[in-house]
């Protein structure tokens, strides 16, 4: 089965920016839809943006569009999410999640251990 190793996680100043990196493993091929959510305590996981390995078409959230960008390295098997304008609502446990689908919908067969975000005013 695939998994996955979420890091760049860490604590910054709003406006500040961060770089976290979604390392995949355990699959032969590269045509999986992989994604980043995260979740604040107290409120339900919400999906950030994702990307099709293939072609690497991307979606994002309404609450980063424009501030966040996902990318993938395929050599590296890797996923990255650049978190710029940071805000303290930003703040949250970030996930990496996958499938292996064209990203009709949000992947979520595979999941990651997370990686702590925190953005202070």
């Known amino acids: 089965q695939v998994q996955l190793v979420e890091s760049g996680g860490g604590s910054v100043q709003a406006g500040g920016s961060l770089r976290l990196s979604c390392a995949a493993s355990?699959?032969?091929?590269?045509?999986?839809?992989m994604g980043w959510f995260r979740q604040a305590p107290g409120k339900e996981r919400e999906g950030v943006a994702h990307?099709?390995?293939?072609?690497?078409?991307?979606y994002y959230g309404d609450s980063v569009k424009g501030r966040f960008t996902i990318s993938r390295d395929n050599a590296k098997n890797t996923v990255y999410l650049q978190m710029n304008s940071l805000k303290p609502e930003d703040t949250a446990m970030y996930y990496c999640?996958?499938?292996?689908?064209?990203?009709?919908?949000?992947?979520?067969?595979?999941w990651g251990q997370g990686t702590q975000v925190t953005v202070s005013s």
């Open positions: 355990g699959y032969a091929y590269s045509s999986l839809c």
């Open positions: 999640g996958a499938d292996w689908s064209r990203c009709a919908s949000w992947p979520g067969h595979y």
């Open positions: 990307i099709y390995m293939v072609d690497g078409d991307t």
